[in-house]
């Protein structure tokens, strides 16, 4: 990814964050908020868990859920993760496109990410195409295919987008 810092936005001794930093807060992150739009144009904003898989991030959402019907439509979102404090950590932005998983094989690697990163609390079933969850109902999930990163950096303050 090649890293850009934008001037307008950033302290005058601040650099660009370094790809590294920004896909290890991605990774690391336990929770993110995805925004997705509803059919009347008005937001959608809630939190979720997701993994940085192959990557990309990935995460699912219940067939019922108001972000499932989203993206159903309009496919563009944004999610974000972040320090939620004024003056140390990381926050970032994900603007890009959801892609719907439904291979299984490919399914299966994302379920063993969940694993891998948030233990047994998270484990999935792969079903046809979908999470099973057996509780909640099937879940779909989707990858994020990102059109652009930005890095919000709080010591010193500096804000570095990335393009693919």
């Known amino acids: ?9 950033s302290d005058p001794s601040a650099k660009p964050t370094p790809w590294e930093t920004t896909e290890r807060t991605l990774r690391d992150a336990e929770l993110y ?9 008005r937001p959608h904003v809630t939190p979720l868990v997701g ?3 192959a990557g990309a991030l990935h995460f ?3 067939l019922r859920e108001q972000k499932y019907r989203n993206l159903q439509a309009q496919s563009a979102l944004a999610l974000t993760t972040g320090a939620n404090t004024w003056a140390a950590g990381l926050d ?11 291979d299984n094989a490919e399914l299966q690697a994302v379920a063993d990410a969940y694993v891998d990163k948030y233990g047994e609390v ?36 500096g804000q ?4 693919p």
Request: glycine share 10%; aromatic share 10%; proline share 3%.
């Open 51 to 53: 993994v940085l898989h």
């Open 60 to 62: 699912c959402t219940g």
């Open 92 to 102: 970032v932005v994900v603007e890009g496109v959801a892609t719907r998983l439904d």
């Open 122 to 157: 998270w484990r999935f079933t792969v079903g046809d195409g979908v999470f099973d969850d057996n509780e909640g109902g099937p879940a779909a999930v989707f990858r994020v295919d990102a059109g652009k990163v930005i890095a919000f950096a709080k010591a010193p303050h």
């Open 33 to 41: 908020w995805i925004t997705t739009v509803r059919a009347d144009g």
């Open 1 to 9: 990814m090649h890293a850009k810092i934008d001037r307008r936005f």
């Open 160 to 163: 570095t987008t990335y393009a």
